[in-house]
């Protein structure tokens, strides 16, 4: 079912979830609606569900099947397999086009042939003929047939298929859980997973290689899953961002024993989200175990969302001193150096995924991120004498890097013993090009 509406439109794919209806309803339901939704980049433009930018789904052997080698009175077309397609069309009730009715010699037998009674020829004169002298024509493995079909090879053929609007041989909800089930040991670990091939099929139609799928409500991870096994069978780069909630788990909210029993024996802290990371870890793993010699990424990081690690400035008038003092600190207590690295990141818009190494350089704890992109250094102090044996070192192993385009180098503003240590660790990396020093 299309809808077509002003610079955007949408599509439902039906898809099967379960073999028989259940008995507690008139109506059981047996298929879940999936609504597509795309933006249209033409205004205007015909095309619905903005399929400029969904992609075929990949062509099933049994659409393979269709084609064929068949024999011929010259041996076989060396242009491989191929299915045979009508050249006539219904002529009946109104439908007859004059010019459709020609003859055309059989080349193998040299009778001239005309469309069947009630039928034309689905093409004209001209293409008929320029299919006849390429040798697009089918007469039959003899080469006695009366009426023609055209050739259409497999290796000419879309690279892919238009995704019926009924999901076709889809696995059901009983195939999710029992993928659960593989990697958790333990039926029921999560109430409502989809199945891995869904997910599959709507990521391979919905996005292409090197694109990033978002999935606001992840459950189980079966997003997650979904691209890993795509990267793997296609040996294709696709990444994800998943979020799902923590939502607590325990007997008293209903949640299943088998989820906080898994959490419990697997040392996972009880919410959701866990079980989650857990089985993309799973997944992963025994991906890489299936396929050695796939050796992209099948791993992720984790972020829980939370307040910024930069203590806003917010004194209070009463106090002003105090606040003065206090704000000498701009980090939060109990903040770790992984949380500061990655505000920066989001700040800095780089890649949450970005490769980050780390080296001690004066005794600090130095990350390089995006291979000398950013270089953050937040050890609560550095005195005066380590500055020039700091600053060489970051200078160093940016050229070591041999990093491409501009660096950032960030500091803990508190942790220089005065201004004029920060200063020199200033001076000595902007005389080895890096301009770009900040302090949080
Ligand atoms: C139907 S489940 C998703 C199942 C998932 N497709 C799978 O295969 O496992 C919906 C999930 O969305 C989560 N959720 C609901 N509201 C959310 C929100 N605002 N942000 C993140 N996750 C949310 C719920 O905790 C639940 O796990």
Redesign the pocket.
Known sequence: MNYSAKRGSFSILSWRKRDGAPNDRTIGSIHDSILVYGKSLAPGSLRTIGEESLNLMPRTEKANQQYQVFDEPDGPDPRGPFRKIDTTANAKGGRDVPSLHFGITNPHTGEVVYPRDGTCWRHSEVEMSRLQEDGRLYWGVKGTGRTPMRKLFLNEAKDGMATPSILPGMPLNQH?ARELEVHFGKKSV?E???PVGL?ELLVSIGSSPGDIVV?????????GEAVYRLNVNAGEDRRYIL???P?PLGQDNGSSRAAVETCQQRGLPLV?SALTQERLRLAGKSLHESSPMFHGDLGFRAFKLDHSNIRAWDPSPEDLEAALFDGVEHLREGRSEQDVLYELLLKLGLDLCAPIEDRTIAGKTVHSIGAGTLFVCLPKKVTADEVEELALGIAGWREELKTAGETTVVFRDSAFADDVAKTNASAILEQHGIENVRSL
């Open positions: 999710a999560f409502t997973p989809k997910l999935d606001f409500f992840a459950g189980s991870g079966t997003t979020v799902q909630l939502e959701l």
